[in-house]
């Protein structure tokens, strides 16, 4: 007799329930395929399981690692940090070894220059003359990192002079450079100006008249830079006196304090646009006693300037175009002797307007008005009209012709009177320069 366990058909296959066990009988084909992902299973499961443990112990290896180098990096900061502290008390001095340096090559080799000015000149009922007018020897080097030093010799007709001799501060704090020596003073705009560097070949016989010439002085400046957005400028200054040609006072008779002249100025420099700038400045130069026959007291003088010159500047064209209008005005109040016994207040007004095109890098043309009146007589004075072409071959040579009529209301010196010509030709060779004159 056979015993059968209990059993459960489904369909072709039957189920057979073992010991609690079930047992699913299969067809033989399902049974392979049953049993063939059962044993794939067995096998890839430690592989999965192995290659998951394996990443994430890479990942701490590589988390360790990376706080370590931040570890190391965070002390190498605090070292630097340290080492800061230490290095700043030493950078001062290395700033200004490397300055002793990059100046040492010009204490020993000065920038030289060498310019030569002449004209062929026509002075109406006065004949025509070749007239050497100048030839400039300028050396200029720093000295150290706290000052430089420049000076301009000239030699002409007249002789051989020590044009300009001066020391200039280069480490002053607050804003403040100091001058000292023989060198022209900042009065006004062209007085400070070498007569080869003017746009025309004359200088304005309103500065001649007025100002004594060129602003030369013998004494000591100081200039103060206002820490503005723009351009703002003031200078103080004291000197035996303003003016090559001026004749009032002498530079080798000491003198009381009364008789300095004493400057200030105010001059700033502004864009309106892109293409368009002002420069603008006002000049008082006062001495308060100037000798005058008869008069111990003496009397004051007061010389007042005002002077504004606009660009036109264009962009998109070379910086060799462009158009400059400038003018100066002046104002001199002083008590003049009469007959060497009465002292008269005499108020003189004077000064010029001048415009100059460029028309290209070779070509510049303009025209200069001048009103210079006599400052002991203001009554008599002296209109010029001075059209002007300049023709520029290179930076360094330079010719320029110039018409000029002069109409004096007195009997004035045949020089001074008419219809004048000049030709004049300037020629530079070497390092020279009075600084930056045209922005």
């Known amino acids: 007799m056979v015993s059968r366990e209990p059993s459960l058909e489904l369909g072709r296959n039957r189920v057979c329930l073992l010991g609690g066990v079930t047992m699913n009988i299969l067809s033989g084909r ?26 994430i112990e890479s990942l ?8 370590q180098q931040l570890q190391k990096a965070l002390s190498r900061i605090d070292q630097l940090e340290k080492e800061k502290t230490a290095d700043s008390a030493k950078l001062g001095q290395v700033e200004k070894s490397v300055q002793a340096v990059q100046s040492a090559p010009s204490i020993l080799n000065p920038a030289i220059g060498l310019v030569l000015d002449g004209t062929v000149e026509h002075l109406g009922k006065a004949g025509s003359n070749f007239n050497f007018r100048s030839v400039e020897l300028g050396l200029m080097a720093s000295v150290d990192p706290y000052a430089r030093m420049y000076g301009f010799f000239t030699g002409s007709n007249q002789g ?3 044009e300009e001799a001066a020391a200039i501060t280069t480490s002053l704090p607050w804003n403040l450079t100091a001058k000292g020596g023989r060198f022209f003073a900042d009065f006004g705009r062209f007085p400070k100006f070498h007569v080869h560097e003017l746009p025309f070949v004359n200088e304005p016989l309103s500065i001649d008249r007025m100002v ?7 004494g000591a400046e100081v200039n103060y830079l206002f820490p503005t957005p723009f351009f703002l400028r003031a200078t103080f200054g004291g000197y035996n006196k303003i003016g090559a040609d001026n004749e009032q006072v002498d530079n080798l008779k000491p003198r009381s304090a009364s008789r300095f002249t004493y400057l200030g100025r105010l001059h700033t ?31 004051d003088r007061i010389l007042n300037g005002v002077d504004l010159t606009y660009r036109y500047q264009p962009l998109a064209s070379t910086l060799y175009q462009g158009f400059t209008w400038g003018s100066e005005f002046y104002a001199n109040s002083q008590r003049f002797p009469i007959d060497d016994v009465v002292a008269k207040r005499q108020q003189s007004y004077g000064g010029y307007t001048y415009a100059e095109l460029r028309l290209n890098r070779n070509w510049s043309t303009g025209f200069l008005f001048d009103y210079a009146p006599i400052v002991d007589n203001p009554s008599q004075r002296t209109l010029s009209y001075s059209p002007f072409v300049t023709w520029n071959l290179s930076e360094f040579n330079r010719l320029r012709f110039q018409y000029s009529y002069l109409s004096n209301n007195f009997s004035a010196d045949k020089a001074l009177n008419g219809n004048q010509f000049f030709l004049q030709w300037t020629t530079a060779i070497g390092a020279h320069t009075h600084g930056f004159r045209d922005r």
């Open 30 to 55: 399902t049974f392979l395929h049953v049993v063939s992902c059962g044993l794939f299973l067995l096998l890839m499961a430690p592989r999965m399981s192995f290659g998951q443990v394996s990443e």
């Open 269 to 299: 420099y502004f864009d309106l646009t892109d293409n368009h700038s002002i420069d603008l400045g006002t000049s008082l130069a006062y001495t308060p006693s100037v000798r005058l026959p008869g008069d111990p007291s003496g009397g």
């Open 60 to 67: 701490k290896t590589l988390v360790r690692d990376m706080q």
């Open 212 to 218: 004594g010439g060129e602003s030369q002085a013998d």
């Open 160 to 162: 051989v002079e020590v």
